[in-house]
């Protein structure tokens, strides 16, 4: 079944213990981005890749990182989270076209819900 | 900046009541609009792309539109199947790996009673 998946679903942490988000894609896609959403603030891209070792800022990147040594992996990393990174993270994949230009349908993951205390 | 606003936020219907949601946009340049459907608790679903003004595209009872300053999504004779949150987002075209950017509206919450 083509899908993407995240891990842990749910997380509840401490300030400043370090932790990373798993997100995995079986479709063999270029693409991939990590999102958090926020009541009334809708989805906000928090960092994206376009290929393997291939990666970029979105909106909101502060206190985040990320890596894509493979194409089917993207983690995203919080060293030191704070509370106000508690928030539903989305991981999202997608093919892209035309050498990149182009990406159609993301395909989203089921969410990760972060609590920091 | 790229900005997206979805109006309104939330739409209340009763089924079969036809009604649009409006996604507004301002880029420097679109390369593509998107719409999305989240169920509560889940990962947004696709529905449509659309990339130049004038575009249309149909899926069931959806019909979603683009202008060169605004998408409407246009649900006829809505079902409670159909309740969700509608996304709208936004591609910018752009240099380097800068068109991979994604810019999502605040979403509109629509419930429709039976």
């Known amino acids: 079944e083509a899908q993407v998946t995240q891990n842990p679903r749910y997380l509840i942490t401490v300030t400043g213990k370090k932790l990373t988000v798993t997100c995995s894609q079986n479709?063999?896609?270029?693409?991939m981005s990590w999102y958090r959403q926020d009541p009334g603030l809708g989805l906000r891209q928090i960092y994206y890749s376009m290929n393997v070792e291939v990666t970029d800022k979105g909106d909101v990147p502060e206190g985040y990182k990320v890596s894509r040594k493979e194409k089917r992996n993207f983690p995203l990393i919080l060293e030191s989270p704070s509370p106000n990174q508690t928030s539903l993270y989305f991981c999202?994949?997608?093919?892209?076209?035309?050498?990149?230009?182009?990406?159609?349908?993301?395909?989203f993951g089921p969410g990760t819900r972060l609590t920091v205390l | 900046e790229d900005q997206v606003t979805q109006s309104p936020e939330a739409l209340r219907l009763q089924e079969g009541e036809s009604s649009s949601l409006n996604c507004s946009y301002t880029v420097s340049g679109l390369r593509g609009l998107f719409w999305y459907r989240q169920d509560p608790g889940k990962g947004p679903e696709f529905l449509f792309t659309l990339y130049s003004a004038g575009e249309e595209k149909e899926k069931e009872r959806l019909k979603a539109t683009l202008t060169k300053k605004e998408s409407f999504l246009h649900i006829t004779a809505p079902k409670p199947e159909d309740s969700a949150t509608y996304l709208c987002?936004?591609?910018?075209?752009?240099?380097?790996?800068?068109?991979?950017?994604?810019?999502f509206g605040q979403g509109t919450i629509l419930t429709v009673h039976p």
């Open positions: 479709m063999n896609h270029e693409y």
């Open positions: 987002a936004v591609q910018a075209k752009g240099g380097g790996t800068s068109y991979g950017k994604l810019t």
């Open positions: 999202a994949s997608s093919l892209s076209s035309s050498g990149g230009a182009f990406y159609n349908e993301q395909f």
